[in-house]
T-cell receptor
Framework: KQEVTQIPAALSVPEGENLVLNCSFTDSAIYNLQWFRQDPGKGLTSLLL?????REQTSGRLNASLDKSSGRSTLYIAASQPGDSATYLC????????????FGQGTTLQVKP | DAMVIQNPRYQVTQFGKPVTLSCSQTLNHNVMYWYQQKSSQAPKLLFHYYDKDFNNEADTPDNFQSRRPNTSFCFLDIRSPGLGDAAMYLCATSRDPGSEQYFGPGTRLTVT
């Protein structure tokens, strides 16, 4: 059974710092991995999607990497801003590609001005 | 510009009183999903439609039903809500299974 873990559960950094959020999954046979952002009481915003054949994806100040063999993904946020404060969730789709996302518990990020 | 729309954003219902949550999309995606997210927990898939084909998760309670009358709309029916069903209900869509999923703003359900 696939399990997704995100460490740390919470992170507080000063504005301008570069930071890395971690995601690990127990079954390396995944179809893809997706990173989301969730603001309090709101829905999920898709940040990046990495296919299982890819090593990384970039969007603006965000860079996500995938090491399928070790069951790990990282989300790198450059030059963090207070507006980046939110909960970041990673989720994987299994190899059968039903589309079912299995989520980690998330990392709650606070960027202090 | 809203692509996945959920109504209402907040719903209060009484214990045992049926409730319906609505989701619509302007993306013309083939797949629509319903997730349940309880406080401080990760979202959990309840079921999804791939076109007209309904796929129920094994551990989704029978109390939860869904309808997809056309490509654009999908409904979540809770036949007899219990206190444990209070949660955020998230609708998502994707072009195909495994494609990027786009979420709506969610409906927060309170059961009194």
């Amino acid at each position: 059974k696939q399990e997704v873990t995100q460490i740390p559960a919470a992170l507080s950094v000063p504005e301008g710092e570069n930071l890395v959020l971690n995601c690990s999954f127990t079954d390396s046979a995944i179809y893809n991995l997706q990173w989301f952002r969730q603001d309090p009481g709101k829905g999920l915003t898709s940040l990046l999607l990495i296919q299982s054949s890819q090593r990384e994806q970039t969007s603006g100040r965000l860079n996500a990497s995938l090491d399928k063999s070790s069951g790990r993904s990282t989300l790198y946020i450059a030059a963090s801003q207070p507006g980046d404060s939110a909960t970041y969730l990673c989720a994987v789709v299994g190899p059968s590609n039903t589309g079912k996302l299995i989520f980690g518990q998330g990392t709650t990020l606070q960027v202090k001005p | 510009d809203a692509m996945v729309i959920q109504n209402p954003r907040y719903q209060v219902t009484q214990f045992g009183k049926p409730v319906t949550l609505s989701c619509s999309q302007t993306l013309n995606h083939n797949v629509m999903y319903w997730y349940q997210q309880k406080s401080s927990q990760a979202p959990k898939l309840l079921f999804h439609y791939y076109d007209k084909d309904f796929n129920n998760e094994a551990d989704t309670p029978d109390n939860f039903q869904s309808r997809r009358p056309n490509t654009s709309f999908c409904f979540l029916d809770i036949r007899s809500p219990g206190l444990g069903d209070a949660a955020m209900y998230l609708c998502a869509t994707s072009r195909d299974p495994g494609s990027e999923q786009y979420f709506g703003p969610g409906t927060r359900l309170t059961v009194t």
